[in-house]
């Protein structure tokens, strides 16, 4: 149970650097960066249907995050 909670909060990291990331001229086209938004894209698709940009600001990262967070902590409790 500990290796998926640490995989989770891995993944909560990789989507916090794209978080941060959008907020930067980044080249999405670059190695890492491709890897990052390969990577985060799955639950962002997931969450995007379920809550819809409002006034332009995509609050998917956000809600994907806290919805890591909550997986964890049911994850815990196990």
């Known amino acids: 149970m500990l290796v998926v909670i ?3 909060q891995f993944y909560k990291f990789v989507l916090f650097a ?5 907020w930067f001229r980044v ?4 190695r ?5 938004a390969d990577v985060t894209e799955p639950i962002l698709r997931f ?3 379920l809550f ?5 600001i995509d609050f998917s990262p956000i809600i994907a995050f806290y919805l890591l967070d909550l997986i964890i ?3 815990a409790r196990l």
């Not at 080249?27 to 670059?30: F, G």
């Not at 890492?32 to 990052?36: A, E, G, K, M, V």
């Open 73 to 75: 902590g049911v994850l």
């Open 18 to 22: 794209r978080i941060l990331l959008s």
């Open 47 to 49: 969450v995007r249907p």
């Open 52 to 56: 819809p940009k409002m006034g332009g």
């Open 6 to 8: 640490a995989f989770i």
């Open 32 to 36: 890492y960066f491709f890897w990052i």
């Open 27 to 30: 080249n999405w086209r670059s």
